[in-house]
């Protein structure tokens, strides 16, 4: 249904509850839509009338897919929008970026006084600025994971929704399986659309440890994938030159490169990739890398630099 609003410039906040009154016959008991059949949309004015007098018809398309990817402009949000090209490093790469969880499933949950912290929303935005940074340096760049309203956000507490889709424009499934499975797919894909160019995977999360566990940014990569292997240490190079440079009277920085050939993004892309683990949501310390925007931005910077370190260093 909020797919179905935003799709026709509405808002499930606004228009939700008429959408219901109206379609209340052809819903499912969790306000969901029928595939084949026809809804009654609320027009956007605001002083109510006649239902179907403010109505006009749409059809509920396939459950798993939508019509079209979502524009750079809505992407990033009204603040920010998409970022002018102002050098060409990165011209020629393909960065498809993966953040973790979505739609359905919002991953780790921390809380900060009587807030929820979703892991989603974090990642989410975090990615979302790495790809505005990756574009500023002329990459191609695939948002593999879209939410159709948040943008790039600087509120500290993100609100957790679950409108997100998959590119390009599928519903996210419940199951875990399914859902990597739906990405990775369309990465294989694009993939192959790009053949003979530099590509490569970026999926990032949020961990969930003891609450009082501190971590650093941990970088995974496929065992056999020599690739994935240097494109890890680049990005864990400049993430250690960055902490001592930035906090220079802290412990030496504990992040380190392993091998995780289990994990399934890693293991079924064709695209040489990255997994990261940026913190412990639940930890309070590390939370302030979550909170502060100019940190998440920051994140996203010191990834990007890495990224175009390994790419400038290519054989």
């Known amino acids: 249904m909020h797919t179905l609003l935003y799709r026709h410039g509405l808002t499930p906040s606004q228009h939700g509850r008429q959408f219901r009154e109206l379609n209340k016959k052809n819903l499912t008991s969790r306000n969901g839509l029928i595939v084949g059949r026809t809804y009654l949309l609320p027009r956007k004015t605001a002083t109510p009338a006649k239902a179907d007098s403010r109505a006009r018809t749409v059809t509920a398309p396939a459950s798993t897919t939508r019509r079209a990817t979502i524009s750079p402009r809505t992407l990033f949000g009204p603040k920010y929008g998409p970022a002018p090209v102002r050098d060409h490093l990165l011209r020629g790469a393909v960065y498809y970026l993966s953040p973790g969880h979505g739609g359905p499933d919002p991953g780790a949950i921390g809380t900060y006084g009587t807030n929820k912290l979703a892991e989603d929303e974090y990642a989410y935005d975090i990615t979302l600025r790495l790809a505005r940074v990756l574009m500023a340096h002329d990459a191609t760049v695939y948002m593999m994971v879209q939410d159709p ?6 509120e500290s507490v993100l609100k957790m929704d679950n409108d997100e889709v998959t590119y390009p424009n599928q519903v996210i499934p419940l199951n875990q399986l399914a859902r990597l499975r739906q990405r990775i797919t369309q990465v294989n894909k694009l993939h192959a659309r790009h053949k003979g160019a530099y590509q490569r995977l970026l999926c990032l999360h949020v961990d969930s440890r003891s609450a009082g566990q501190n971590i650093d940014v941990f970088f995974y990569h496929h065992a056999n994938s ?12 400049v ?5 001592k440079r930035a906090q220079p009277n802290r412990a ?16 079924t892309s064709h695209a040489p990739a990255v997994f990261m683990e940026l913190g412990n949501i639940r930890n309070a310390k590390d939370q302030r890398r979550f909170l502060v925007d100019d940190n998440r931005q920051a994140l996203a910077n010191w990834i990007c630099d890495g990224l175009i370190a390994d790419y400038r260093g290519r054989k």
């Open 149 to 154: 309203n948040d943008g790039i956000r600087d």
């Open 226 to 237: 020599k690739a994935g292997l240097s494109l890890a240490k680049n990005i864990h190079k």
């Open 239 to 243: 993430f250690t030159a960055r902490y």
């Open 252 to 267: 030496t920085y504990s992040g380190n490169v392993s091998t995780r050939s289990t994990l399934y993004e890693v293991r």
